[in-house]
C-alpha cells in the first residue's frame, strides 16, 4: 500500500473518469487531494464520493486554459493545503475532425485547453516545488501520441506535445529533487467510451493484446507510483498503460 499521508495534491479535471479515479485514489493513499472543475455542479460527484468514503477533498472552479486562473486556482490550493507537493495534469478536451473538415476553432481549443493548459499548471506550482526542492509532476497523455488517430490530429498534437514538454522539464528541474513524468492511457471505459457503439467497441478491444478496456483504476494506481518515493529515480520518463497495444 502506497503512504502518502503529509503530502497534497493538485488535479486538474477531476470530475468524473480518469480525473476522479485519480482524486479519489491519491485522498485513500492519504493525501490531502484539491481537483479542478470547470463548474460547482460538475465537482458534486467526486465529492459525494469523497465524503462519502471519509476522504479530504476539495473542488476549486476553474479553466487550467486560462493563465491568470491556473494561477488563482494554485493559489487558493496552496492555501487551502498549506503546499503542493504533487500536480496531476489530467484536465483535457477533444475536438474530433478529420483534418480537412478542421475548424480553425476545433483546432486551437484543443491547443489552448491540453497544451496550454499544461503550461499554465505546471507554470503556477513550479517555483514553489523549487522552493521547498521536492515535488512530483505526472501529466496524462495518451496513446493516440504515439501511434496517431484519424479524425484526431489536433488531440494527437496536444498529447504528443505534452510528452516532449515532460521530457524537457524534466531536465531542468531534476536536481531540485522535482520529477516530471507522463502516463500515456490506452482506450480506458470512461464516458467518452460508453458512448461508442457496440461495434466500434469490439473493433477497439481487437486491437488490444489483454483483450479488454482498461479501468480509470489502472491509471490512478500509475499515478500513486509516480507521486510517491517508490519512484523517487524516475523521471523524464512515459509510462505506457494500454494492455499491449503499443
Known sequence: MIDLNGKTALVTGGSRGIGQSIVL??????????????????????????????LEVIALCGDVADFEGSQKIAEEATTALGKIDILVNNAGITQDNLFMKMKLEEWDSVLNTNLTGLFNSCKSVIRGMIKQRSGRIINISSVVAHTGNPGQVNYAATKAGMIGFTKSLAK?????SITVN???????????TNKLTDEQKAKITKSI????????????????????????????????VNGGMY
Not at 491519491?26 to 460527484?45: C, D, P, Q, Y
Not at 531542468?172 to 531540485?176: K, N, P, W
Not at 482498461?214 to 523521471?235: H, N, R
Request: hydrophobic share 45%; aromatic share 6%.
Open 25 to 54: 485514489d491519491l485522498a485513500k493513499a492519504g493525501a490531502k487531494v484539491a481537483f479542478t472543475s470547470r463548474s460547482a455542479s460538475s465537482a458534486e460527484a467526486t465529492l459525494e464520493m469523497a465524503k462519502g468514503a471519509g
Open 172 to 176: 531542468e528541474v531534476a536536481s531540485r
Open 182 to 192: 507522463a502516463i500515456s492511457p490506452g482506450f480506458i471505459e470512461t464516458e467518452m
Open 209 to 240: 493484446p489483454a483483450n479488454r478496456m482498461g479501468q480509470a483504476s489502472d491509471i490512478s494506481g500509475a499515478v500513486l507510483y509516480l507521486a510517491s518515493d517508490l519512484s523517487s529515480y524516475v523521471t523524464g520518463t512515459v509510462i505506457h
